[in-house]
């Protein structure tokens, strides 16, 4: 059975950082890539960061133009986690934080396409208070 499970949010001042993290099980780690999505109240779920698969160039980090520089995305194979870390939040960036796997999106897991993604945590919620 494959799985994707979140924790790490909370809440947090502007400025504050949190780190978010996605353990993954029933797949071969590195067969899919791993973005995170992010869907605040009333407005669509985008995406906000990924890391490519063997499929692609296997590691390649991917940024949406709103957290690059904040945001960083980072994996570690032994823990079958993926990770988040989340500075210089601001208000904006409340919104429910998911992450999802990807078996084919290879180095266009950045199109953050949602049918490109088999499979969805069930998400953490990220506060940032002004």
């Known amino acids: 059975e494959v799985q994707l499970v979140e924790s790490g949010g909370g809440l947090v001042q502007a400025g504050g950082s949190l780190k978010l993290a996605c353990v993954v099980s029933?797949?071969?780690?590195?067969?899919?890539?791993i973005g995170w999505f992010r869907q605040a109240p009333g407005k669509e779920r985008e995406g906000v960061s990924c890391?490519?698969?063997?499929?692609?160039?296997?590691?390649?980090?991917h940024y949406t133009d709103s957290v690059k520089g904040r945001f960083t995305i980072s994996s570690d194979k032994t823990k079958s986690a993926v990770y988040l870390q989340m500075n210089n939040l601001k208000p904006e960036d409340t919104a429910v934080y998911y992450c999802a796997a990807a078996r084919y999106a290879g180095n266009y897991c950045s199109n953050y396409i949602l049918y490109e993604y088999d499979y969805w945590g069930q998400g953490t919620q990220v506060t940032v208070s002004s």
């Open positions: 890391i490519s698969s063997s499929f692609g160039s296997l590691g390649r980090t």
């Open positions: 029933g797949f071969r780690f590195d067969d899919y890539a």
